[in-house]
């Protein structure tokens, strides 16, 4: 007999959740699964493409407003949103939210689970805890020393987590830094994430309409435009000032993905009057056919749970520039096909300036990627032992 799984993740918006959560679908083995995929708020375009025995499901509107911040809900003027978002944080405050999951579960899941996955931190923890799924697991991603998603409701978390009979953390950093914090060490369990070289491979090859001066250097970002958390908006500071002094003349930086700073990245770079030298591409499907012809990838982040486009750039023998976060210095061979450097202004800085002025170095480095592959063996094993019990 086929045992029910469910999977619970707020949004569907392009990122690093979900393109590890569709590998997870398609790489283990899920013959004896039946699997349900719930979005709470079916706000975005991923998961459009799932194996056959995935099932995409959504929340009702209780939780149209469950990933959205409050400032997010007050600009977007609509009652309707405003009033979910003060509503679901007035009964996350009181604990009134454990008696509201049961009412609303009842409504929107039509069977009982063997396991149920809280796949995002945060909210999605508080879903899945006050359910009755047999055996519940918390998939956590963030930095919790750096970000803690749950710092506003300490009480209600300290409850919720202890509700999972696995916390699932993407790395050893990760894991100390939620530990620091909440003590669960007998739950947790350290999984990797998974990447799908051959579905990437195969993305990049489709048709790109990107036109590539091969006399420049081309400089690719992917990623929600988040300047807190990305770091874009330091990024353009640092190619500003290196263009002052003449080093970014014969550069194109293009930047992919969409998020609530787009604007004010789009001034920024009109400020500093960078208008031929970045460019904000805005959200796509398959970021992957962009990286042909790329000569760095560059990812900025101030924090990263484990920067899984690092290994998404380095399957496409782009090398890559990244400030130091958890995972960083496991996933790139440090001056080898790619660069870590400390992560400030400065340390970014350094490293962009360094790459400029020794662009041969750039060039070993796309030369020992060309062998490139990551080992996913040993992650699928962990996670299919996960559905064993």
């Not at 042909?292 to 486009?309: C, M, R, T």
């Given at each position: 007999m086929?045992?029910?799984?469910?999977?619970?993740?707020?949004?569907r918006?392009?990122?690093?959740?979900?393109?590890?959560?569709?590998d997870?679908?398609?790489?283990?083995?899920?013959t004896?699964l039946d699997?349900?995929?719930l979005v709470?708020?079916?706000r975005g375009?991923?998961?459009?493409?799932?194996?056959?025995?995935?099932?995409?499901?959504?929340?009702?509107?209780y939780?149209?407003?469950?990933?959205?911040?409050?400032?997010?809900?007050?600009?977007?003027?609509?009652?309707?949103?405003?009033?979910h978002k003060?509503?679901?944080i007035?009964?996350?405050?009181?604990?009134l939210?454990k008696?509201?999951?049961?009412w609303e579960?009842?409504?929107?899941?039509?069977?009982?689970?063997?396991?149920?996955i809280?796949?995002?931190d945060?909210?999605t923890?508080v879903?899945?805890?006050?359910?009755?799924?047999?055996?519940?697991?918390?998939?956590?991603q963030?930095n919790?020393?750096t970000?803690?998603?749950?710092?506003?409701?300490?009480?209600?978390?300290a409850?919720?987590?202890?509700?999972?009979?696995?916390?699932?953390?993407?790395?050893?950093?990760?894991a100390?830094?939620?530990?620091?914090i909440?003590?669960l060490?007998?739950?947790?369990?350290?999984?990797s994430?998974?990447?799908?070289?051959?579905?990437?491979?195969?993305?990049?090859?489709e048709?790109?309409?990107?036109v590539i001066?091969?006399?420049?250097?081309?400089i690719?970002c992917v990623?929600?435009?988040?300047?807190?958390?990305?770091?874009?908006?330091?990024?353009i500071?640092?190619?500003n000032?290196?263009?002052?002094?003449?080093?970014?003349?014969?550069?194109?930086?293009?930047i992919?993905?969409?998020?609530p700073?787009f604007?004010?990245?789009?001034?920024?770079?009109?400020?500093?009057?960078?208008?031929?030298?970045?460019?904000?591409?805005?959200?796509?499907?398959?970021?992957?056919?962009?990286?042909?012809?790329?000569?760095?990838?560059?990812?900025?982040?101030?924090?990263?749970?484990?920067?899984?486009?690092?290994?998404e750039s380095?399957?496409?023998?782009?090398?890559?520039?990244a400030?130091?976060?958890?995972?960083?210095?496991?996933?790139i061979n440090?001056q080898?096909?790619?660069?870590?450097?400390?992560?400030?202004?400065k340390?970014?800085?350094d490293?962009?300036k360094?790459?400029?002025?020794?662009?041969?170095?750039?060039?070993?480095y796309?030369?020992?990627?060309l062998?490139?592959?990551?080992?996913?063996?040993?992650?699928i094993?962990?996670?299919n032992?996960?559905f064993?019990?």
């Amino acid at each position: 007999m086929k045992k029910n799984v469910l999977f619970v993740v707020d949004e569907r918006c392009t990122g690093g959740v979900s393109v590890l959560l569709t590998d997870i679908f398609n790489m283990i083995d899920t013959t004896q699964l039946d699997i349900d995929l719930l979005v709470l708020h079916n706000r975005g375009k991923m998961f459009e493409k799932l194996p056959s025995n995935v099932h995409l499901i959504f929340g009702n509107s209780y939780f149209d407003a469950v990933d959205l911040s409050l400032i997010t809900a007050l600009k977007s003027k609509n009652l309707k949103t405003i009033f979910h978002k003060i509503r679901l944080i007035a009964e996350l405050k009181t604990g009134l939210i454990k008696k509201r999951i049961v009412w609303e579960r009842k409504k929107i899941l039509k069977k009982h689970y063997d396991y149920e996955i809280a796949f995002k931190d945060g909210f999605t923890a508080v879903f899945t805890a006050y359910g009755d799924s047999d055996i519940k697991y918390h998939w956590i991603q963030y930095n919790y020393r750096t970000a803690n998603p749950n710092s506003k409701y300490p009480k209600l978390f300290a409850e919720v987590l202890k509700k999972f009979d696995k916390i699932i953390a993407v790395s050893q950093g990760i894991a100390d830094d939620f530990n620091h914090i909440y003590h669960l060490e007998s739950k947790m369990k350290i999984i990797s994430n998974l990447v799908d070289n051959e579905r990437i491979k195969k993305l990049a090859k489709e048709n790109s309409d990107l036109v590539i001066d091969k006399n420049k250097l081309n400089i690719i970002c992917v990623g929600r435009l988040i300047n807190s958390h990305k770091g874009y908006d330091r990024l353009i500071d640092i190619v500003n000032r290196l263009n002052q002094e003449n080093l970014f003349s014969d550069c194109i930086l293009r930047i992919f993905g969409d998020g609530p700073d787009f604007v004010n990245l789009e001034n920024q770079i009109i400020n500093c009057h960078l208008e031929d030298k970045v460019f904000l591409m805005g959200a796509v499907n398959n970021p992957y056919k962009y990286f042909n012809d790329q000569d760095l990838f560059i990812l900025p982040s101030y924090y990263e749970a484990f920067g899984l486009v690092i290994v998404e750039s380095l399957i496409l023998h782009v090398p890559v520039l990244a400030t130091k976060n958890d995972n960083t210095d496991l996933m790139i061979n440090n001056q080898k096909n790619g660069l870590i450097v400390e992560n400030s202004t400065k340390g970014l800085y350094d490293g962009l300036k360094y790459l400029l002025e020794n662009r041969a170095v750039l060039e070993e480095y796309k030369e020992n990627l060309l062998n490139y592959i990551y080992d996913n063996r040993e992650i699928i094993c962990e996670i299919n032992k996960l559905f064993d019990k």
